[in-house]
C-alpha cells in the first residue's frame, strides 16, 4: 500500500510567478471536489483548498493508492462557465504511464500530429501595409512552415489584435478563446496569459519582437567589408569578406588569429554617413573592451554588441588568444533601436592592444525605411 501526497501549493505559486504580476487581475483556484468510485483501490484521504494570501490559493491532495497501478488513463476537460459550464475548450485522453516516459499529448506536451494545414492572409489598407508573401510550405510530412512577408509604409504607434480560436465542427464554432490584445503594451511588458502562449509559438521566427512603433526597414543590409592588420606578429587576419544569403540578407565572415594573449583591449568605434563621401562622424566612442565583456556600460556599444556577439566567439572575458570569429552574422532590423533616415553607412572599429593599434574592421551597410519614398 502506497500513499501519495500531490502538494499543488507550488503549483499555484509556479503561476503566480510564470506570468507577470499585471498578467491577469485575479487568477486562482476558486473550488476543488474529488471523489473515489472504488475505495477498494483508492482511498482519497485530503482534497482542499487553502488561502495563501489573497491572490493565491492552493491546493492540497492526499491519496492513498492501495494496490500497483500499471494502466492508468485521465480524461481531462476545461470547461468555461457561461449560465453552467459549457461546452468544453479542451478535451483529451491521456495515458499516464506512457505520458510519463515520454510527453506526447497536444495539451499536455508534445502532438503526435500538430501542424499547420491553411493560411490567409488579406490587407485591408495597401496605403498602410501590403502582404507581400503569406504562405505554407511542407518542410516533411509532420512539419508545414509559414512564411509571412509585409511592409508597414508609415510607423505605427497603436496596434491592437482581435484573436479567436475555433474547433471545427460542421464549420468553425463556437470560438474556444477570444481576445483583444494591445500589442504595444504587450510586447513592452507581456500581460494576458493565452497572447503569451501564442506569443511563445512564433516570436522566435519573426521580427516582431519589439516595441513600437512597427515600420520596417525594406532594406538593411551589410553592403563591403574591409579588414586590416597592422602588427601580424600579434594578430593574422584569414578571413574578412561578405556573403550574399539572399536579396535583402548579406552576411559577415571574419577569422583572425591572436598570436599571444591580449590583456589590454580597448576598440574605437565611429559611424558615418554617406554624403558624397563619408562623412562626418555620427557617433564616436572609445571602449575598454575587456571592462565591457565583464560589464556592459556604454549603450552605443551595446547596441552594436547586441547585433553580433552571438555570431562570435568573442563574447569571454580577457585574454583574449588563439582563433577569433565572426560566422555568419547579419544585420537584423528588430534589434535596431536608434532611429536611421535612409542612407549608406560606414563603422569603423579601430583595434587597441597595450594602447598600440594592431588591426581595423570597416563594414559598410545601407538602410532604407521606405521604397516608395526613394
Known amino acids: 500500500m502506497r500513499t501519495i501526497t500531490l502538494v499543488f501549493g507550488l503549483f499555484a505559486i509556479f503561476v503566480a510567478l510564470a506570468i507577470p504580476s499585471n498578467d491577469a487581475v485575479i487568477f486562482k483556484l476558486t ?5 473515489s468510485y472504488n475505495e477498494s483501490w483508492i482511498v482519497i484521504n485530503q482534497c482542499r483548498l487553502k488561502a ?3 491572490d493565491i490559493i492552493a491546493f492540497y491532495f492526499n491519496g492513498t493508492v492501495k494496490h500497483p497501478a500499471y ?13 453552467g459550464y459549457h461546452p468544453w475548450l479542451v478535451n483529451l485522453d491521456l495515458d499516464c504511464c506512457r505520458f510519463m516516459r515520454k510527453p506526447y499529448n497536444p495539451t499536455a506536451m508534445d502532438a503526435v500530429t500538430f501542424k499547420l494545414t491553411n493560411v490567409v492572409c488579406k490587407s485591408y489598407n495597401e496605403s498602410w501595409i501590403v502582404i507581400n ?10 512539419r508545414i512552415a509559414f512564411y509571412f512577408n509585409g511592409t508597414v509604409k508609415h510607423p505605427t504607434n497603436d496596434v491592437s489584435v482581435h484573436i479567436q480560436m475555433y474547433k471545427r465542427a460542421n464549420g468553425y464554432h463556437p470560438w474556444l478563446m ?7 503594451r504587450f510586447m513592452e511588458r507581456p500581460y494576458n496569459p493565452t497572447a503569451i502562449v501564442i506569443a511563445k509559438l512564433f516570436l522566435d521566427f519573426s521580427n516582431f519582437n519589439h516595441t513600437c512603433p512597427y515600420v520596417e526597414a525594406v532594406i538593411f543590409k ?16 584569414n578571413k574578412c569578406r561578405l556573403k550574399a544569403l539572399g536579396r535583402d540578407r548579406t552576411a559577415f565572415y571574419f577569422n583572425g588569429t591572436v598570436k599571444h594573449p591580449a590583456y589590454d583591449i580597448s576598440v574605437k568605434g565611429q559611424l558615418y554617413k554617406k554624403a558624397n563621401v563619408y562623412m562626418p562622424w555620427l557617433l564616436k566612442a572609445n571602449i575598454d573592451a575587456c571592462r565591457f565583456v565583464e560589464k556592459r556600460y556604454n549603450p552605443t556599444a551595446i547596441l552594436v554588441a547586441n547585433l553580433f556577439l552571438e555570431f562570435t566567439n568573442f563574447n569571454h572575458s580577457c585574454p583574449y588568444v588563439g582563433s577569433k570569429i565572426i560566422d555568419g552574422f547579419y544585420l537584423r532590423p528588430e534589434l535596431l533601436r536608434l532611429p536611421f533616415p535612409t542612407g549608406d553607412y560606414k563603422l569603423t572599429l579601430r ?15 545601407q538602410f532604407v525605411e521606405n521604397l516608395i519614398d526613394q
Not at 592592444?353 to 551597410?365: A, E, G, I, M, P
Request: hydrophobic share 40%; net charge positive; glycine share 0%.
Open 351 to 365: 583595434w587597441f592592444y597595450d594602447k598600440r593599434l594592431q588591426f581595423d574592421t570597416n563594414v559598410s551597410f
Open 133 to 142: 508573401k503569406c504562405r505554407l510550405k511542407a518542410l516533411r510530412r509532420d
Open 31 to 35: 473550488n476543488a471536489v474529488c471523489k
Open 178 to 184: 477570444k481576445i483583444d490584445l494591445d500589442c504595444c
Open 71 to 83: 494502466d492508468i488513463s485521465v480524461n481531462m476537460q476545461l470547461l468555461k462557465k457561461a449560465n
Open 222 to 237: 551589410l553592403t563591403n567589408a574591409v579588414c586590416k592588420s597592422y602588427n601580424e606578429s600579434w594578430i593574422v587576419i
Open 52 to 54: 495563501l494570501r489573497r
